[in-house]
């Protein structure tokens, strides 16, 4: 199959939006956002409506600087972002995330080549969607191993690569997909191509048919493509994995998945709310667990994503934005776990006003999404063998006691 440009209408530009106008923007689409969430988690469908009502509110450019034509929102504006929208849907936010970490992978490179500022301003201006292709059999999950690799042609370059998990592939404008540098390159020895979906040909190689985030259509595909060689990032994968992949990944995954379980907390509560009403007996103290763990997540995601805001090299920064995604990871299934328990059957329908199915089941793939038990070995050698680990110690303020 060939994919090609949206046909949406072109969206009217706009001046840039600061973090309070872009969530008013999410507040201004929430109803059409959460109102097909169930419909979109049970077909297993992309949430295409939501993506239109997205694009239409300028939000798909939030992550471009404003230079190319984008709002240019820090990471911790993001976050925030990101976490409203995972209260709507988890799918949709998820997709809008991805999408986020994409255009921050493109913005040094853009620097470097004009061509990629041409595109990178194109994608701002008609709000492209953008995705990743950076899975691939064979690999055991390895963000940084390849085993396809860029071959020269006359005109350019070609690949081919079979990858397991592709989210939104159908409604994607364009892809950046990993590759190794040349046939001969060491495994490591990646780059970023981009290719434009109108390059690529896209071929389904299994079914989408999950427990959870089932309207990210992450099935697994095989991508070819031929395109121009200036299509290649200048800097090494590596660089831009570390700089830029990796703890955005991470900080905004996380504030997907702190705003799905703030949906599922906020049902419990009123839940109780109606089940107490005129009685005089105690809220379920499970409430307060939860409200605690959601705000000691908050609270880590703002830290990190200003920590990173401020110095994105700084030295043991990744080894946090691992920190980090687990913890969150495994507080925020915690968390609608304790939804369910305080929703009881109600809960456990998977329809109804305080139903958490969802919102449970997509949390579920937290823990997955680049494995906890990966991260955690990682994060093992570097508590034993690392050089900076520590995360740095609070500066007080002069004259702050």
């Known amino acids: ?42 077909s297993a469908t992309l949430p295409r409506q939501s993506i239109a009502a997205l694009r239409e509110a300028r939000l798909l450019s939030a992550a471009a600087p404003q ?27 998820m997709i809008w995330a991805m999408h986020q970490i994409q255009l921050a992978c493109m913005t040094a490179s853009a620097q470097r080549e004009p061509r990629l500022a041409e595109y990178l ?8 969607l953008i995705a990743s292709v950076t899975s691939e059999d064979g690999i055991g999950g390895s963000l940084r191993t390849s085993r396809t690799a860029i071959l020269p042609v006359s005109d350019g370059i070609r690949l081919t690569k079979r990858a397991p998990t592709v989210s939104y ?34 071929r ?47 900080v905004l995954w996380s504030a997907v998945w702190c705003g799905i379980a703030e949906d599922a907390l906020r049902r419990s509560a009123r839940y109780t709310q109606a089940r107490l009403q005129g009685s005089t007996a105690a809220p379920n103290p499970r409430l307060g667990l939860m409200y605690t763990d959601h705000c000691a997540m908050t609270n880590a995601i703002r830290q990190f994503a200003t920590e990173y805001d401020r ?25 609608a776990q304790l939804a369910l328990e305080v929703c009881g059957m109600a809960g456990y329908s998977e329809t ?31 508590v034993a063998f690392g050089d900076v680990l520590w995360a740095p110690r609070v500066t007080p303020v002069p004259g702050q006691r």
């Open 204 to 250: 389904p190689t299994g079914a989408w048919d999950t427990l959870g985030m089932r309207g990210t259509c992450s099935g697994p595909q095989e991508l070819t493509a031929q395109v121009p060689a200036w299509q290649v990032l200048p800097q090494p994968f590596s660089e831009i994995a570390a700089r830029w992949m990796v703890p955005l990944s991470h």
């Open 121 to 128: 301003t194109q994608a701002a201006r008609e709000q492209h």
């Open 1 to 42: 199959m060939i994919l090609r440009r949206n046909t949406d209408q072109p969206v009217a530009a706009g001046p840039a939006l600061d973090l309070a106008a872009a969530l008013a923007a999410v507040d201004g689409i929430a109803e059409a956002i959460a109102g097909k969430a169930a419909t979109v988690d049970r």
């Open 67 to 93: 230079e190319y034509g984008g709002h240019g929102l820090t990471t911790l504006e993001l976050s925030e972002i990101a976490q409203r929208l995972g209260t709507l849907c988890g799918s949709t936010a």
């Open 311 to 335: 110095d994105p090299a700084a030295a043991g920064l990744n080894v946090r934005a691992n920190a980090l995604k687990m913890q969150v990871s495994t507080d925020a299934v915690r968390v």
């Open 352 to 382: 109804g006003e305080f139903s958490v199915c969802r919102q449970l089941r997509d949390l579920l793939s937290a823990p997955l999404m680049i494995s906890n038990d990966r991260l955690n070995q990682a994060t093992s050698e570097l």
């Open 169 to 202: 592939a159908e409604a994607a404008d364009s892809f950046l997909v990993t590759a190794r540098r040349t046939a001969e390159a060491a495994a490591g020895d990646q780059v970023l191509v981009l290719v434009l979906a109108r390059q690529a040909r896209m």
